[in-house]
């Protein structure tokens, strides 16, 4: 009799363990979409046109672009059939700067933004901008002036 109690006990105590693991753990599920369109259905993309509007200025001051995004808390929407995407203005501006800065040229900068952006990688692939882009926030990042200077040798 005692000896059945201490196995229901051990099963009991093991159950809770076992529970209490399964409901901790961080289990993250990719999407997967069973449709035969192989073309991914944009409905909103402001990334596309917040670019536009970064390469026509054609110099960037980041600083003074992410202090404005910040007063103004602005986001910015990404959505389709595959992906949903908001993020705040000065992050994603915060995110190209640093991409431009460390980068070489404009591949590794596309590169760098599929990493940290991966909702948008079918988008990035479509983007003919993006080396434009490149080359108008690396003129204006730490690495880029650097380059920009004249070589003593």
Do not use: C, W
Request: cysteine-free.
């Amino acid at each position: 009799m005692k000896n059945s109690t201490h196995n229901i006990k051990i099963s009991i105590l093991g159950l809770l363990l076992l529970i209490s693991s399964i409901s901790y753990a961080q289990v993250e599920l990719e999407t997967v979409y069973l449709n035969s369109n192989a073309e991914e259905v944009v409905y909103t993309n402001n990334f596309s046109n917040f670019n536009d509007e970064l390469i026509a200025e054609d110099i960037i001051s980041f600083r003074v672009e992410i202090k404005k995004a910040k007063g103004d808390n602005s986001h910015l929407l990404f959505l389709s059939e595959r992906s949903n995407l908001e993020i705040l203005t000065a992050s994603y501006l915060k995110t190209i700067r640093k991409g431009a800065n460390r980068s070489t040229d404009a591949e590794a900068f596309v590169n760098f933004l599929r990493e940290k952006l991966p909702e948008l990688i079918h988008q990035f692939k479509k983007d003919n901008n993006l080396e434009e882009l490149y080359i108008i926030s690396r003129k204006n990042t730490f690495n880029g002036k650097i380059d920009a200077l004249p070589s003593v040798l």
